[in-house]
């Protein structure tokens, strides 16, 4: 049993905002991530646990002002399902329905897997095509603030975020694409069940003209962030869709990553399931699939 | 624990009985359901969220319930394999999993009905295929699956 002293849970933003201030205090979602490294030693057990599932305004996804915003203390299980997110990000809802099984997707929220920040964790690199910014709340001397920061630039390392002490990642924001964009996720483990990812790859593009007008890629797994794939996407736009070109975005994926050999795979397997991931990926694109 | 925690007032509802006692503000549901009020039928196997062993339904929803604190299902309703028996009679799924065999040592087999269970509560007509994905947080060394997933799709009411 965790050695904790004192458990909150906050029904009002305001309160949880004061409250994540308190010295020593730990913000509990789902606690899929947390309830673990505590019994595994990982992480020293907070004496003040807040749980902030009862804190109002942080659950479901909505549209505000044309954008589809996703509450941090959404359950994966219902991204999955969402019908705006299975219409609008397609890749987000299949990201989030194939992570581990359905106990620990009921329980694990949007808000945790990105705040826990593992290079793995399968929700980022769909929001990394998504361009989608997380919302930052703080305390200030007279109320709350909130700043607003890019996907790509929430991770800073293995566990590590920008999130600084006593702030909560309140939502993840992202415009719908436009129609027609091709989009397509996957993640590549040793089993099919309860996989976590030995890599993971995203593509997003807009053809026109027979050539990539835009591009987004991300990676999983394979560097100590989930990585944007600029290199790739450089080598893409404004190019058809040739075996040439997808061949050099397939060696460009590969030379950007920074994998690791751990237990899952050696870092030459990651290196090498990548770029044929990516390829595939652009072969279905180049055919005229939606993803 | 060498500290001694104040403990803190819980009520929720287990099995349709409401109920309410003091727990350390540490204690996993699951530790509460097998220590506090005796209901040793949901088992712990690692701890940790990877074999299914502790799976009850909170609020309708299946979860490993050594991975949620027992202070987080404050008024809420929980389902544990000892409520699906009713008027002295065991529960469908329970009954198909004797039939089927799909018992051995029988450790898994809480977890594994009441994955069943919260399968069939949303989908009474599952496919092989949905059957398999909806167990695939419960682990079992002994059946090897077989039966497990024959003895549930017995239950899959035709017509899907
Ligand atoms: C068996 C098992 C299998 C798993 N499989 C996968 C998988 O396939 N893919 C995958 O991506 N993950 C997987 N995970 C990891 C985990 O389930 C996810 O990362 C999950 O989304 C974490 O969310 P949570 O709400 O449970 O986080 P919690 O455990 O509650 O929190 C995680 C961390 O984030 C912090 N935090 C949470 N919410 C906020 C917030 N809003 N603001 C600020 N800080 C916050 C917490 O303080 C903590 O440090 C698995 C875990 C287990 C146990
Ligand atoms: S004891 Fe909870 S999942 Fe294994
Ligand atoms: S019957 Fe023994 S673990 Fe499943």
Same mark, same amino acid.
């Given at each position: 049993?965790?050695?904790i ?18 010295e020593?205090a730990?913000?509990?979602?789902g606690?899929?991530d947390l ?12 004496? @003040?646990?807040i749980d902030?599932?009862?804190?109002? %305004?942080l ?6 002002? %044309? ?7 959404t ?49 980022a690199?769909?929001?990394?095509l ?19 920061v890019?996907?790509t ?6 566990g590590?975020?920008?999130?600084? =002490?006593?702030e ?13 964009m091709?989009?397509a ?15 993971? @790859?995203?593509v997003?593009?807009?053809?026109e ?12 797994? @394979? ?5 944007r794939?600029?290199a ?11 075996p040439?070109?997808? %061949?050099?975005c ?8 920074e =994998? ?13 399931i990548v770029? @044929?991931?990516?390829?595939r ?11 | 624990m /060498? ?5 803190v ?5 287990v099995?349709?009985?409401?109920m ?11 530790e ?10 949901t ?33 809420? &309703?929980?389902l544990?394999? &000892? ?5 002295g /009679?065991?529960?469908p ?10 018992i ?16 069939? &509560?949303?989908?009474?007509s599952?496919?092989?295929e &949905?059957?398999?994905?909806a ?26």
């Amino acid at each position: 049993m965790p050695a904790i002293k004192k458990y909150l849970a906050p029904k009002a933003l305001e309160d949880l905002i004061r409250d994540a201030s308190t010295e020593g205090a730990t913000i509990l979602a789902g606690g899929t991530d947390l309830l673990p490294r505590w019994s595994r030693g990982l992480t020293p057990v907070a004496e @003040v646990v807040i749980d902030i599932k009862r804190v109002a %305004g942080l659950n479901g996804v909505s549209r505000v002002n %044309g954008e589809i915003c996703i509450g941090a203390c959404t359950p994966v299980c219902d991204i999955a399902k969402d019908p705006t997110i299975r219409k609008e990000a397609p890749v987000l809802a299949e990201a989030a329905g194939r992570i581990a099984c359905p106990q620990i997707r009921n329980r694990a929220t949007l808000g945790g897997n990105l705040c826990n920040a593992s290079p793995a964790a399968d929700t980022a690199i769909p929001l990394i095509l998504l361009e989608a910014v997380v919302d930052l709340a703080s305390a200030t001397t007279d109320g709350t603030t909130v700043r607003e920061v890019p996907i790509t630039e929430f991770f800073r390392g293995p566990g590590a975020t920008v999130l600084a =002490p006593g702030e909560i990642l309140t939502r993840v924001r992202f415009k719908p694409p436009a129609g027609g964009m091709f989009a397509a996720w996957d993640k590549f483990g040793t089993r099919p069940a309860m996989e976590i990812a030995v890599a993971s @790859v995203g593509v997003a593009l807009k053809i026109e003209a027979g050539k990539a007008s835009w591009a987004r890629i991300g990676y999983g797994s @394979v560097a100590p962030v989930p990585l944007r794939g600029r290199a790739a996407e450089a080598e893409l736009v404004g190019k058809p869709l040739t075996p040439q070109t997808i %061949g050099k975005c397939a060696a460009a994926a590969r030379d950007q990553i920074e =994998p690791i050999t751990d237990v899952r795979a050696s870092a030459a397997y990651r290196r090498e399931i990548v770029g @044929v991931m990516l390829r595939r990926m652009l072969e279905r694109a180049g055919s005229g699939r939606k993803g | 624990m /060498q500290e001694v925690v104040e403990k803190v007032e819980l009520a929720f509802t287990v099995n349709g009985e409401a109920m309410s006692l003091r727990v350390p503000p540490g204690a996993t549901l699951l530790e509460v359901l097998r220590e506090d009020l005796e209901l040793t039928g949901t088992k712990y196997g690692c701890g940790e969220g990877e074999c299914g062993a502790c799976s009850v339904l909170l609020d309708g929803r299946v979860v490993n319930s050594c991975l949620v604190l027992a202070q987080e299902c404050d008024g809420l &309703e929980v389902l544990t394999i &000892e409520g699906l028996r009713s008027n002295g /009679q065991l529960h469908p799924i329970q009954k198909a999993f004797v039939e089927y065999g799909a018992i051995q040592c029988g450790f898994c087999t809480p977890g594994m009905i009441m994955a069943a269970y919260a399968l069939l &509560e949303a989908n009474p007509s599952p496919s092989e295929e &949905e059957i398999k994905r909806a167990l695939e947080g419960n682990l079992c060394r002994c059946t090897g699956y077989r039966k497990i997933v024959d003895a549930v799709l017995s239950l899959a009411r035709e017509g899907a």
